[in-house]
């Protein structure tokens, strides 16, 4: 199944702009997913991005972004902490609630395992969560600022080399962490959970799986990653965990319906028919007798980009009536035309500044350019006349007239 990544922004829990990817499938989401990712890395670390895309070759839309002061995300690092991921995530999720549909399955890597066990009782209509090298106890990340703790309690800040990157790290960051019990959110989760872990990773022991799985309710499930890394690096594992995780989560989801094409080939005569196809917010199929297409509006809309939108296909009309309308006067008078091509664009415009759009426009307007190649042996002034023969092509009438739009609901 093809993959399609749209970039996403929204609001995180301190009031920054947060990037993200969504991950889509080709057709309808069976469901949506949110991926939270391990600490101090972004949503293109390997596992994100695998994961995400892997779980969308599957039928999933999945979520992934940079939490605050990360990646391409807004805001100060140094003033987030544990609580802040938790809210971030919280957002996340309202975000795809508002926009495409509530997340059902929560995924975290490391870090990002414990921030969606904290965050799922609060997330409304969750009913699946996977954690990867997920730690049970949220201060263990602390042992990843070494001898810097020290610094940090006594002076209230130290920077620390994190993955060879420097981060700047608060005391309120480790007041925050130590502050958590994660074994509290883990009685009060009402959603299926599977653990992942690796028997041999190095930064996240494996003795943490089993405090998770021991502290978590039925139904739950355990799978080792046997010799996988932490960071699950290479690309076997982390697709290991696409497959296994989708098939798992299947058993727990409520899918979306997967509508079909709804309308039948050939269509009526002297019709044009256009329904959604309930692939996508904006997906539409057209039929035209024989023929049939599909018509989407671009991602920038919130469309999946799959066809023409609305004023790309009026567009192609105005278009296709010139080279038609070209090539039947040049056929009738014999003009030499060996071939024709019409570029066109549309713009919404002022009247008053618009030069050539004729008398008793006002208020903005819709502005077409055609923008017309001619070939052949032809003189300047059969060049002259073929303009003036594109201004008669019908489609090009009815859009300069005013037309009437009759519109009435079936029984």
Not at 13 to 38: I, M, V
Not at 85 to 99: C, P, Q, S, W
Not at 352 to 359: A, K, P, Q, T
Request: charged share 25%.
């Amino acid at each position: 199944m093809a993959v399609k990544s749209e970039k996403i922004t929204f609001t995180g829990a301190q009031g920054e702009a947060l990037d993200a990817r969504l991950d889509l499938p080709s057709e309808t989401p069976r469901a949506y997913a949110l991926f939270a990712h391990c600490f101090t890395c972004s949503k293109d670390v390997f596992a994100a991005a695998r994961i995400s895309q892997g779980l969308a070759d599957r039928g999933f839309g999945v979520l992934r972004f940079d939490f605050t002061g990360l990646g391409g995300s807004s805001g100060d690092f140094a003033n987030t902490n544990f609580s802040s991921n938790v809210g971030d995530l919280k957002a996340a999720a309202d975000f795809l609630r508002a926009e495409y549909a509530a997340p059902q399955l929560l995924v975290g890597h490391s870090l990002g395992g414990a921030a969606v066990l904290a965050a799922a009782p609060d997330v409304e209509g969750v009913r699946a969560i996977a954690t990867i090298g997920a730690p049970a106890d949220v201060a263990h990340v602390a042992h990843n600022f070494g001898t810097s703790i020290e610094e940090i309690e006594r002076t209230g800040v130290a920077d620390v080399m994190l993955g060879g990157r420097s981060f700047t790290i608060k005391k309120q960051f480790l007041d925050d962490v130590r502050a958590q019990r994660l074994e509290d959110r883990l009685a009060s989760i009402r959603a299926a959970i599977l653990v992942f872990h690796a028997p041999r990773d190095e930064i996240v022991g494996i003795e943490n799986s089993g405090k998770i799985f021991s502290a978590a309710k039925h139904p739950k499930s355990f799978v080792s990653l046997d010799d996988a890394d932490h960071l699950l690096t290479r690309r076997s594992d982390a697709r290991y965990v696409a497959r296994v995780l989708s098939a798992w989560a299947s058993r727990f989801i409520e899918e979306a319906p997967r509508a079909a094409m709804p309308l039948t080939v050939p269509g009526p005569a002297q019709t044009v028919q256009v329904a959604e196809t309930g692939r996508g917010k904006f997906q539409q199929q057209v039929v035209s007798g024989a023929h049939s297409f599909l018509a989407d509006e671009p991602t920038s809309y919130g469309g999946n980009d799959t066809g023409p939108g609305p004023y790309d296909l009026l567009g192609a009309a105005l278009g296709t009536c010139t080279t038609m309308t070209l090539r039947m006067y040049a056929a009738h008078k014999g003009v030499p035309l060996d071939h024709v091509r019409v570029d066109v664009s549309h713009a919404k415009v002022h009247a008053e500044d618009c030069m050539d759009c004729g008398e008793g426009r006002e208020g903005r307007i819709d502005r077409f350019e055609r923008v017309i190649t001619i070939s052949g042996d032809l003189s300047s002034e059969q060049r002259a006349r073929l303009l003036e023969i594109a201004d008669r092509c019908p489609v090009h009438k009815t859009l300069e007239k005013s037309s009437v739009v009759v519109s009435r609901l079936t029984d």
